[in-house]
């Protein structure tokens, strides 16, 4: 690598490194950057329309940035095909969204079984991990029945338990507790962390909730399509010194 080849941060797992995302002429991003070391529970937060949900889709490999860099491991995600960006999805990454986007004709077990089946897994090793999870999550008896009649906090453990069965690297939770009341977001906020911490696994968190932020290593704000940090100085006018001044 030459020494004017750009590289990732040295410590970081996954960076976003001045991503510039436009849907038309609606610009989400306008050159933001951030990063999560290996096992760092990250928070984003910021008004609705900031762009927090487009930056977690560039991470994760998702959309593909504008400009901009997106490092994964040591790999520039945004330059690998759609094909390997699938594969590495499947693989390194899990998603846990507002509505978990569980399959409600299958059991529980089955949705868990499911992305461990898609990753090739022996179908009796596939369904054994779903048990466990079931078991660590404190679902154990709702194995057998269909996630459909499940409880909106059941569902966001299934969705908690089918995301983590493959151990991936970097989970990717977008207002995972958006649905739920206070002490069911609490009960998945808590799960959520204490698997994360178990496995060693990096979290990126978007919520708008300071509750649930607050159970985040670390917190950046995004604004108008910008990234902050809530220790950057703050001016008299009460903005941050990182954001645009003035931009709307
Ligand atoms: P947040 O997650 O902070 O609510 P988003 O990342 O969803 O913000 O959106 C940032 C901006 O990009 C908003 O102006 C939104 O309307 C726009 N946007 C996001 N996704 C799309 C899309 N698929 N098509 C068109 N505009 C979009």
Redesign the pocket.
Known sequence: MSSAEPSHSPGCLIEARDVVKS??Q?P?LRGASVSAAAGEILAIM??????????LHCLAGIFKPDSGQVWFDGTRLDELSETRRTELRRTAFGFVFQFGQLVPELSTADNIALPLLLNRVRRKTAYQAADSWLKRLALAETGARRTGELSGGQAQRVALARALAPRPKVIFADEPTGSLDSLASENVMDLLVGMAREEGTTVVL?THDARVAAYADREVM?RDGKVTSPLDPVDAAGRHAGAEVGSQ
């Open positions: 849907f038309g609606t989400a910021g008004p609705s329309g900031s762009g927090k949900s487009t930056l978007v995004v």
